[in-house]
């Protein structure tokens, strides 16, 4: 069973344009959610996070937004630039448990130039 | 500044041959440790996770072994590998005592003909 979903699986938008990527969530003990972004052949990095008790994150161009109950979030990637191309994953944990991190199969995000 | 290591970066077996990979991280004492696998185009599936040394615990059973001989060691082997085994295996880290973010090295390319 597939604990956190994404949507879309892949995206292509302009440069400059804003990149929107959802997630979605279905254990209501899920209160750590972060994004990470992996370039081919790399190790997936943290790329921003947000804990349930916010309903955004910003941080620079990158700005996570949260609803807790809908159990959805988002993340808006603003002005994207071709070197945002990459694979984003939206995960999920139980912040404490300190064992498992659920992810998402994983959007890839195309930027054109 | 904590940094982790994996080894080797990539490997090409046969199958029924034995495996190891390894995977260091340094400047963090007692972290929590763990192994995920990643098929080409897919999403994290984690395999074990550690929080002390000797103790590992398993997630998923894909006949493969893990151990924590030191501190900053984790270890991911079997005896004999399948040709379900290629893929990208990725170390990650976290600082444990509630604090989930988990941090990944830069992973191990597996193909197993």
């Known amino acids: 069973q597939q604990q956190v979903r994404q949507s879309p699986q892949s995206l292509t938008v302009w440069e400059g344009e804003t990149a929107i990527l959802n997630c979605s969530y279905e254990?209501?003990?899920?209160?750590?959610f972060p994004w990470y972004q992996q370039f081919p052949g790399e190790g997936p990095a943290l790329l921003i996070s947000i804990s349930s008790v916010s309903d955004k994150k910003e941080d620079g161009r990158f700005t996570i937004f949260f609803n807790k109950r809908e159990k959805k979030l988002s993340l808006h990637i603003t002005d994207s630039q071709p070197g945002d191309s990459a694979t984003y994953f939206c995960a999920a944990a139980s912040q404490g448990t300190g064992s498992k991190l659920s992810f998402g199969k994983g959007a890839k995000l195309t930027v054109s130039p | 500044a904590q940094t982790i290591h994996q080894w080797p970066v990539a490997e090409i077996k046969a199958v029924g041959s034995p495996l190891s990979l390894g995977c260091t991280i340094k400047g963090k004492s007692s972290p929590n440790l763990y192994w995920y696998w990643q098929a080409t185009g897919g999403t994290l599936q984690q395999l074990f996770y550690s929080i002390t040394v000797g103790q590992v615990e398993s997630v998923v059973q894909l006949n493969l072994s893990a151990s924590r001989p030191k501190d900053d060691q984790f270890i991911l082997s079997t005896e004999k590998l399948l040709l379900s085994h290629s893929g990208f295996y990725l170390c990650a880290w976290s600082p444990g005592q509630y604090q989930d973010t988990q941090y990944f090295g830069p992973g191990t390319r597996l193909l197993v003909l």
């Open positions: 254990d209501s003990t899920f209160n750590y």
